[in-house]
């Protein structure tokens, strides 16, 4: 099968592949400028970062590639309206919201022409998504690394949703090659969005130990825990996890007030700041449920490589 193009809103991207905005500082400049420069959209983990820092972000972003930059920002996220202004502000092709759900999002992609995407897991979302001007549905299921919407299937979520809804129809969630690619395009979809094959890959941001620490990944060492956003999380399993579970985790003794709305039942800014920077033991690590499958560290060159070669192999 040939991928086609992936149409959203003005934007026409060659291969229909968006790159998940992993946060903390996963998905930076040179991962999300690599998949664009590739053909795919590439994403900005905004959540987390100042300001200043995306702003640097998106411009280095730009200075590596001509193709299509967005940003992915959690909704739950204190700042989140002032990071979609700074990004609009900066030029940013495409906005995509997740970790709750915002209606006034839309009113600032409608002033400046940007397309905004939310993620979505349920057919009133996508319907009500679209009313409000939404420029495509990023479709996401249980199999997603990160918060979740949701406990259905990526796969049992899609053809409901794309019978509901008249504008681009994205899959998220357990995408890992391009079996899985075409599988989900003949479901319906336009395109699929990857994080966890991006976040083990030579430009992801994360740091060595923890690219190591994905490959020694097994199926029976995915959890899930619960988020101080409110939302369930898929992680791997470490001893930060296990406490999490337990109810045992450290509290923050000083907050920083990142999110609107916090459990405060951990940290979990500063938790995914130490896997990111390699601490697997005492950081949280998020990831999709079908993490054992990647047992190489790839370039983003030869993740689409191999994903467009494995494509055109089936019907």
Known sequence: MKLPT??????????????????????????????????????????????DEL?????????????????????????FAGIVKTAIDEGID???AGAGFSRDVFGLGKESGTPIVPIVSSVKLAKISEKLGAAAVIVEGKEAGGHLGTDQAMHSLIPDIKKAVTIPVIG????????????????????????TRFAASIESNAAPALKEFYLKATAEDIVLINSPVGLPGRAL??????????????????????????LKNFCIIKALIRAQQGDVETGLVFTGEYIHKIDKILSVEEIFKNILEEAETIN
Do not use: W, Y
């Open 94 to 96: 495409i906005v995509v």
């Open 237 to 262: 399993r470490n001893p930060f996890a296990e406490k999490i579970i337990e109810s045992t985790a450290p509290t923050p003794e000083v907050c920083d007030g990142c999110l609107k709305h916090c």
């Open 6 to 51: 992936l149409k959203i809103g003005h934007l026409v991207a060659r291969v229909p592949i968006i790159q998940g905005g992993m946060a903390i500082r996963i998905s930076t400049a040179p991962l999300a400028a690599a998949v664009a420069e590739a053909g795919g959209i590439g994403l900005i983990a905004a959540s987390g970062m100042s300001f």
């Open 55 to 79: 702003r640097k972000e998106i411009r280095l972003a730009r200075s590596l590639t001509k193709g299509i930059i967005g940003i992915n920002v959690m909704v739950a996220a204190r700042q």
């Open 172 to 195: 998220a969630g357990g995408v890992m090659n391009g079996r899985d690619v075409v599988a989900t395009l003949k479901l319906g979809a336009d395109g699929v969005q990857m994080g």
